[in-house]
C-alpha cells in the first residue's frame, strides 16, 4: 500500500487497498512519498511438535504469496518480543530446500516459551510496550502458533488492540499434541504423535512378545489432563498386532488395586501384558498416581507440574506382587519430536491451517484462530475454517467419556476412528548421512 | 543325497554327496530306498534387534537355494527346542512378500530364551535330548543367532558334537546390539540401534533448544558394560547439530561430583545442556549409579540386573544443585526395536552373516561365528569370514581406552569414524494404514 502523504498543501492521494485511489482536500505544506509497510509477525509457542514449523512454513510463504512486505519472525514467542528479540524470516528461509527442510524439521524453529502475558487491568505498560513494537516494525498482522495458553496470548492482544482502536490483525493458529483444543476438530501435532505412539506401542508389543516367560510392560504416554494421545495407543492393535491389554486415560479416576487385579488376571492366560497409561492419571482422591512415589516436583510457569515416574511407579507395583519382570516406558519427549516418523496428513494440514490465518488477516480477520473442520471420516476430508479465539482459549477438549470403555479399562472403536485418518501416510525426513537433517536458525 | 540302502543281500549303493555312485559289497536280505534328508534348523536367542529377522531371512532364503529340504525354526531358542517347539519355516514365511516383510519387521519372529546351556561335564542328559531331536529332525546343520550367551550354546554343542562323533555342523550367527562380541569388526543390530540412539539424540538436542531458559537432559542409553552404544549419541553433532554436551561410558568410573561441576560450567554459558550416559556406569567403588537411589531388583536368568534409573537419579541431582528444569530420558527398549528407522548397511549385513553361516556349513564348517571384516571405512567396505566361536564366546568387546577422550567425558573422533559407515542409509518398513506392518508367526 502506497500512501502519497501530503501536508502543508491542500490535498492527500491515498491508494487504497483495493487500488483506487481517494484524494481529500486538505492543506499542503509539502509533499512526500511514505511507503506504509505491510509487514507481518509470527510467533511459536508452548511445547514443541513435529509439525509446529509446517505451521510456519505455511505462514510464511502464504504471506509472501499475498504480498507481504516483511515476514518477521519473533524468537522464544511473545517472551523474545517483548525483548525486540525478532528476526526477518527471508533471511532464515532463503531456498526453496530451506521451506521443505523446515516443514519437516521438528520442534519451534523461532524457539519458544511458556510466558504468559499479564491480565490488561492493571498491566497497560506490557500492552503499550508490545504495540510500540509492533508500531516500530510496522506490522499490520501477528500471528501465533500454539494450543489453549497462546491462543490466551491471540485473546488478550485481540482486546487490547480493540481497545484502543489499533488496526493490527491478531490470528491464532492452532498447535498441540495434546489435542486439546476445543471447537477445532484436532490440532496439527496430534496427528504425527498419535502416528509416534500407535507405531511405538506396536514394536514395544512386539519386542515383549519374544520370550517364554510372564511380562508386563507399562507405557507411560503425555496428556495431564486429556487422554487423546494415550488413547492412540489402541490403534498399534491391527491385522499384526494384538494390541495393549489396558489403557488408562485421565478423563476417568484410577484405582491402583483395581489395575492390579486385572493385570493379575490377564497373567493367567498371556505371557507379554501390555499397558498404556496417561502421564496424569490420579487415584479418587486426586493425586496423580506419580505422587504416589517419591518424586522431584518441578513447576513451569504456567503452573504446570513436570509429571514422570507413573508408569515407573506401576511396574513395580506389578513386580513385587506378581513376581514377574515388568518394565516401565515413557515415551517422553521422542513422541512430541520425532520428525523421523510424522503423519503427512497432519504435515499437511499443518501448513494449511498456517496458509489459512494468512488468508484470513488479509482479509481484515482478527480475533480468530483457525480451526479444522472435518466433512467425512471414510473417505478423509477436511477443511480449515475460522473461529472467535474468546470461545477458545483456556478451554480444554478432553476425551467424551463415551468414547472410553464402561469399565474405563479401554477406548472406544469411535475414538480409533476418530484418530485412524490422521495418522496417515508419511512425509519422510530428508535424510544427510544416515540421519533427519534439520534447519536450525541459528546456524543459517 | 539318496542312499540304496541294501540289508541281508551282498551289496550297498550309495550315491555320494558329488554324484558318483559307490559301491560296497554286503551280505543283501531286502532293499529299500532311504531318503536321508538335509534338513536344518535355526533358532534366535538374547534380546531382540531391529534386524535380527534379516539374518533369519538369510539363512532361509540362502539354505533353500543350496537345497536344504526342511528349514526348521526354533521357537523361543535351545529353550523351546528341548520342548520341540519347532516350526517349519516354509509354513511361516510363504512368499516373496512374506521373506521382505520379515527381513523388515523387529524382534525375533521365532521368539528368543535367555536360557544358558549347562557345562556338559555332568549335564550328558540334556546334551543327549539335544542330539536325540536332531536325529528325529534329520538336522545336518545348527544356525543360532545372537550373542556372547548363543555363542556360548554354539561352543557348547560344537563340542558335544567332537565328543558323540556326530557329523551336524553347528554356526553362530552374530547379533547384539551392544556390538561386544569379539573378533568381528561390528555386530549386526548395532548399525541401527546407533543411527536411532544418533537421530534421537538429535531431535532431543533440537527440542531442548526451543526454550529461553536453562535445561538439562540427560539420556540414558543400553549397554551395560561396553560403551559402543552410548558413543553413538556422538554422531548427533553434525552441520545442524551442536551435538551432546558429556557423554559418559561404562568402560571408566564415573565421577558424579565431577560431573555435577562440569554440568554446572556449561550451564554458565549454554542454556540447553545434554548428557548422554550408559545405564551402566559405576561409581569408583564399583556401584552402579542407579543403585545410588530407591530401585527394584530384577535379575533375569543370565544373572544381569536390570538397569534403570540412571539418568532420573542424575537429572534430579541437577535440579537440585543448580535449581534448574531438567529431563531423564531413557532410550530404553525402543533402542531395540525401532523397525521404523534402521540402518539399510546393518539390514543387509545382518542378512549376509545369515547366508553366509548357511554357506559355510554346507561346505562343512562347524564350530564356527560369521564375523564381519572391515576392508576399508572410506569407503565402506565390509566382507564376511569365519572365526572359532571358542574364541568368542563369553568375551566382551568393550570401546578401546584410546576412542575416549583423555577427561572420560566424551569419544573420540576415532569412534565416531568406525560408527558413522554402519548408520548409513534407511530400508523403511511397509507402510500399512500409517503404521510399519511386521509379520507375526502366530498370526501367518
Known amino acids: ?13 491515498t491508494e487504497a487497498c483495493d487500488g483506487r485511489m481517494v484524494i481529500y482536500a486538505v492543506t499542503i505544506y509539502s509533499i512526500r512519498e511514505v511507503h506504509m509497510a505491510n509487514n507481518i509477525i509470527v510467533g511459536q509457542s508452548g511445547g514443541p511438535t513435529a ?4 505451521s510456519l512454513a505455511g505462514v510464511f510463504e502464504t504471506a509472501k504469496e499475498l504480498g507481504a512486505d516483511k515476514v518477521y519472525g519473533m524468537r522464544h514467542g511473545i517472551h523474545g518480543f517483548l525483548e525486540k528479540n525478532i528476526v526477518d524470516m527471508e533471511e532464515k528461509i532463503r531456498t526453496d530446500l530451506d521451506l521443505e527442510l523446515l516443514k519437516r524439521t521438528p520442534s519451534a524453529f523461532l524457539g519458544s516459551c511458556r510466558y504468559k502475558l499479564p491480565e490488561i487491568e492493571g498491566n497497560e505498560d506490557v500492552y503499550n510496550k508490545i504495540f510500540d513494537i509492533l508500531k516500530e516494525y510496522e506490522i499490520t498482522a501477528f500471528f501465533y502458533i500454539g494450543g489453549n495458553d497462546s491462543m490466551d496470548t491471540i485473546k488478550k492482544l485481540t482486546d487490547y488492540s480493540v481497545k484502543i482502536n489499533s488496526p493490527i490483525r491478531f490470528m491464532g493458529v492452532p498447535k498441540t499434541i495434546d489435542n486439546d483444543l476445543a471447537v477445532t476438530d484436532h490440532t496439527p501435532g496430534f496427528g504425527s504423535a498419535a502416528k509416534y505412539i500407535a507405531s511405538a506401542t506396536k514394536e514395544l508389543i512386539r519386542d515383549g512378545l519374544v520370550y517364554d516367560f510372564k511380562q508386563v510392560t507399562v507405557i507411560e504416554i503425555m496428556g495431564r489432563n486429556a487422554g487423546w494421545l494415550t488413547g492412540a495407543a489402541a490403534l498399534a492393535k491391527c491385522e499384526d498386532c494384538e494390541g495393549a491389554d489396558l489403557i488408562y486415560l485421565p478423563e476417568l479416576p484410577f484405582h491402583v488395586d483395581d489395575f492390579l487385579a486385572r493385570v493379575g488376571k490377564l497373567l493367567e492366560t498371556k505371557k507379554n501384558v501390555v499397558v498404556a497409561v496417561s ?14 512415589t517419591d518424586h522431584t516436583e518441578y513447576v513451569d510457569s504456567f503452573g504446570h507440574k513436570q509429571l514422570s515416574g507413573t508408569a515407573k511407579y506401576l511396574a513395580d507395583l506389578v513386580s513385587e506382587k506378581y513376581g514377574c519382570k515388568s518394565r516401565a516406558i515413557e515415551l517422553s519427549t521422542l513422541q512430541r519430536c520425532a520428525g523421523h516418523l510424522t503423519s503427512r496428513v497432519d504435515i499437511t494440514e499443518a501448513y494449511q491451517v498456517g496458509g489459512s490465518a494468512v488468508k484470513a488477516a488479509f482479509d481484515g480477520d482478527t480475533g480468530k484462530m483457525v480451526i479444522l473442520k472435518r466433512v467425512s471420516s471414510e473417505p478423509y476430508i477436511c477443511t480449515t ?22 469399565d474405563g479399562t479401554n477406548v472406544s472403536q469411535q475414538l480409533v476412528n476418530y484418530i485412524k485418518p490422521l495418522i496417515q501416510a508419511e512425509l519422510t525426513p530428508i535424510m544427510i548421512k544416515g540421519q533427519p537433517r534439520h534447519i536450525v536458525i541459528d546456524m543459517v
Chains 1, 2 share one sequence.
Not at 502421564?279 to 504416589?292: A, H, N, R
Open 51 to 54: 509439525v509446529i514449523n509446517s
Open 279 to 292: 502421564e496424569g492419571i490420579k487415584t479418587p482422591d486426586d493425586k496423580y498416581v506419580f505422587e504416589l
Open 385 to 406: 475454517d475460522l473461529y472467535d479465539v474468546h470461545m477458545i482459549a483456556n478451554i480444554e477438549k478432553k476425551v467424551p467419556l463415551e468414547w472410553i470403555t464402561e
Open 1 to 13: 500500500m502506497t500512501i502519497v502523504e501530503a501536508c502543508g498543501g491542500c490535498m492527500v492521494i
